[in-house]
């Protein structure tokens, strides 16, 4: 590497700016890019969210699942139950929804990541296996990224 490298390097990486609070604006684009990179290597068209939610009387979320679909495999991102609505059979509906959806759509796997205090126990009971983790993330826990056929 020469010096001009070096410097434009330097240049570069003294001009970076960390935000932590970026605006929806960029973000959103960010987004869009991304998805015209994916889109240029691989001819696949962009994610196609997939949700369920379950709302109380006054329409406040009681608990919900969000993900998307995108080349033959859909991702679960979250998937939330309030406090007083656990272990009713909520989660297992909304799961058992993105899962018939995510077959609609010919998926043919399902993966999501979870930490140890977020019922991984669940997941594995469901069907889903664990493809590897990372102890001490967060500190003292673990995180584990999880796969189903389907």
Excluded at 15 to 36: F, H, N, Q
Excluded at 116 to 144: C, I, K, M
């Amino acid at each position: 590497m020469g010096q001009s490298e070096r410097e434009h390097i330097y240049e570069i990486a003294t001009s970076v700016e960390i935000e932590t609070e970026p605006s929806a604006i960029d973000v959103e684009m960010l987004y869009a890019r991304i998805t015209e990179s994916n889109l240029a290597a691989t001819g696949l068209p962009a994610a196609e969210p997939i949700s369920a939610w379950l709302r109380d009387d006054s329409g406040e979320i009681d608990a919900g699942i969000y993900g998307w679909s995108w080349g033959g495999t859909a991702e679960v991102d979250l998937l939330w139950v309030s406090e007083s609505r656990r272990r009713s059979g909520i989660a297992s509906a909304l799961l058992d929804a993105f899962e018939a959806e995510a077959v609609r759509r010919a998926c043919t796997q399902i993966v999501l990541s979870t930490f140890d205090f977020q019922a991984p126990e669940f997941y594995e009971r469901r069907g889903y296996t664990s493809l590897g983790r990372v102890d001490n993330y967060p500190e003292g826990g673990w995180h584990t990224t999880m796969r189903k056929s389907i």
